[in-house]
């Protein structure tokens, strides 16, 4: 099952906001209706995030083929959408390098996007996995944050591919799934997906997380990211940076797990990062909040990071 895909002349999407209770499938026919898509976490993850960009630009060439001006302002809104995951606006990049050639040209390009994310998540699962099972042997339990699957990154996922790797091996003692507040990706989708995968699983808040690896209960924690700056500071969901600290402190390991096409060299550090804020009304009807999606996790929290073509052991002093 495909989480995002172009199927007769509209982006078809998984409508994340709407699950678990109901699995609902959008046709996106404008750019406005994308971006409405995107913003409101109908879909997301940074690899989902780079194909809806694509096709986004893919859309804007055939509703906009007669008017450059037009064309050109809806490049920007779909690149701009999101602040923070990097694949969003490099996707829709790419894709708007080819509008020189015509709308044809543009969506081969955005299905090529498509097709790398997938054959990434494929190769992801499998550097992960053995990754694990070098570190942590046997059947360990695992914690995720945030949903790091096919609604993710159209098919398998990132992290949590490597968890339903772990599964497929016989490899997995079990997992926690910290739900992830404000908007539950954890609690809602991850559960949603593993218990599609038929996989055992545990939902935890948050602030639990670091308590239940101190009390010997999780052997590593693996996650994705949507971005990871050139000196190895990861940038993903807000609540990360907790486990990164609760993983250093209890001594296991600390996993990301990332296409190529979320390392952004050209980005220093993680505070060079714009760092989305999503304002009071996810939070609280009863006053102001402090919203922000996303938090950095320093490099030397995190043990090691695996791409679809490598695994950078960033414990060792590698880098992206």
Request: overall charge negative.
């Amino acid at each position: 099952m495909r989480t995002i895909d172009w199927v007769n002349e509209a982006v078809e999407i998984i409508d994340q906001t709407a699950l678990p209770g109901e699995e609902r499938v959008l046709r996106l026919h404008t750019v406005g209706e994308l971006i409405a898509a995107i913003q409101s976490l109908a879909v997301r993850g940074a690899p989902a995030l780079g194909v809806a960009g694509a096709f986004g630009v893919a859309l804007a060439a055939r509703i906009h083929l007669d008017d450059p001006a037009a064309l050109d302002l809806a490049v920007q809104r779909i690149e701009t959408a999101r602040p923070t995951a990097v694949n969003l606006a490099r996707g829709a990049r790419r894709a708007a390098a080819l509008l020189p050639h015509g709308p044809e040209a543009v969506l081969a390009e955005a299905c090529a996007v498509r097709d790398e994310e997938i054959a990434a998540s494929e190769s992801m699962a499998r550097l992960g996995a053995d990754l694990v099972a070098e570190l942590c042997g046997a059947r360990p339990r695992l914690l995720t944050h945030c949903n790091t699957g096919a609604l993710a990154a159209v098919t398998v996922g990132t992290a949590l591919g490597v968890v339903g790797e772990l599964h497929r091996r016989g490899r997995l003692a079990g997992v926690i799934a910290s739900e992830t507040r404000p908007l539950l990706q954890g609690a809602r989708l991850t559960s949603w997906e593993l218990t599609r995968w038929g996989i055992e699983h545990r939902v935890a808040v948050d602030s639990a997380g670091p308590f239940l690896m101190a009390r010997g209960e999780v052997d590593a924690v693996i996650l994705g990211a949507d971005r990871i700056c050139a000196n190895g500071d990861v940038i993903n969901k807000i609540g990360t940076y907790s486990h990164a600290l609760g993983a250093r402190r209890a001594g296991i390991p600390f996993l990301v797990v990332a296409p190529e096409s979320t390392v952004d060299t050209s980005t220093a550090t993680g505070a060079d990062v714009e760092i989305e804020d999503r304002g009071s009304a996810e939070v609280t009807a009863w006053g102001e909040a402090v919203n922000p999606a996303f938090d950095v996790t320093p490099y030397d929290l995190v043990t090691a990071i695996v791409t679809d073509r490598r695994v950078i052991r960033v414990d060792r002093g590698e880098k992206p």
